[in-house]
């Protein structure tokens, strides 16, 4: 229940709340199933939160991780990494961790998603910004979490390719090019898109099928 109230920024409807928690059950067996979860809860967690007959919210002063990661990827997107912490290893951590790994309730799933988006595309960013700070090995392992998060994820192949063109290093740039494709084709059945072998120049060869 704390994790599912963490994720919201205001107050929650008991209904909602209930529906969303215990989306098996009747609407009466949910609401039972809420009523008996908040009067079980130890005094810790239930300090934690603000209740009222119908709603919940995190009670005040509650900080969530969360939030603070979610506030930083936007920042990063809306105006680039411009302060030094920006494309530090504490933002790469940040922007690395995974939503409730091993969850798999419905409601998590969806909010798994939608983080795991903003932070692909937030890390990108970073890396950009390493790049252009010439920090080419901090860049390439940024680079790395947003492969190893999605190997098939054009965009952040493209990130790679940019820091080995960047640092000079054409055969690397080349071989990225080279396994992407492959694990494209082998995959999927498709080739990179013009974009990613305009990126690499003419030091590609040209797309098998």
Avoid: K
Avoid at 15 to 38: D, I, K
Avoid at 68 to 93: F, N
Wanted: with cysteine.
């Amino acid at each position: 229940m704390l994790a599912f109230m963490a994720m919201r920024h205001r107050p929650v409807g008991r209904l909602l709340v209930a529906g969303s928690l215990w989306a098996g059950a009747t609407e009466g067996h949910a609401y039972a199933a809420l009523r008996s979860a908040l009067t079980r809860m130890n005094r810790t967690c239930r300090e934690a939160l603000l209740v009222t007959p119908s709603s919940l919210e995190l009670a005040p002063g509650v900080s969530v991780d969360l939030h603070a990661a979610q506030a930083l990827a936007h920042r990063l997107l809306d105006d680039g990494p411009h302060a030094a912490a920006d494309l530090g290893a504490a933002a790469v951590a940040t922007l690395s961790s995974e939503l409730l790994p091993l969850w798999y309730d419905d409601w998590v799933l969806s909010e798994a998603e939608d983080w795991r988006q903003l932070r692909l595309h937030a890390l990108e960013a970073v890396v950009d910004g390493l790049v252009e700070a010439r920090r080419f090995g901090h860049a390439t392992a940024a680079a790395g979490v947003v492969v190893r998060a999605d190997p098939l994820r054009e965009s952040a192949q493209a990130a790679l390719i940019r820091v080995h063109l960047a640092e000079g290093n054409q055969s690397e740039a080349v071989h990225a090019f080279d396994r992407f494709s492959r694990l494209l084709r082998t995959d999927l059945g498709l080739v990179p898109t013009p974009g990613l072998r305009e990126l690499v120049g003419g030091h590609a060869g040209p797309p098998r099928g």
